[in-house]
């Protein structure tokens, strides 16, 4: 069975910090193309951070020098550092794979001015 498990979400004032946790089950993080995506309420989910199989990152220009894709091989999970958080960035993130293709069930962020 494949499971995606978001974790780390919570209120945070802007400017803060907060680190996102996706712990993986069923698939391998180092031989799969993972990723972070948002949904903002009444809004379109959006790609936030992408890595590949070999380590190769990709950012959405909005988060690109705030926001750090990692994973832990050891522990099948992947990350999601945000810096400098704006009220902007608020919303749903989900933990993502691609080929196969499986959704966590996200973990809310919200950025107070």
């Known amino acids: 069975q494949v499971q995606l498990v978001e974790s780390g979400g919570g209120l945070v004032q802007a400017g803060g910090s907060l680190r996102l946790s996706c712990a993986v089950s069923?698939?391998?993080?180092?031989?799969?193309?993972m990723g972070w995506y948002r949904q903002a309420a009444g809004k379109q989910r959006d790609l936030i951070a992408r890595m590949t199989s070999n380590g190769i990152t990709t950012y959405g220009d909005s988060v690109k020098g705030r926001f750090i894709i990692s994973r832990d091989n050891a522990k099948n999970m992947i990350y999601l550092q945000m810096n400098n958080l704006k009220p902007e960035d608020t919303a749903a993130y989900y933990c993502?794979?691609?080929?196969?293709?499986?959704w966590g069930q996200g973990t809310q962020v919200t950025v107070s001015s």
């Open positions: 069923g698939i391998s993080v180092m031989f799969n193309r």
């Open positions: 993502n794979s691609l080929i196969p293709t499986y």
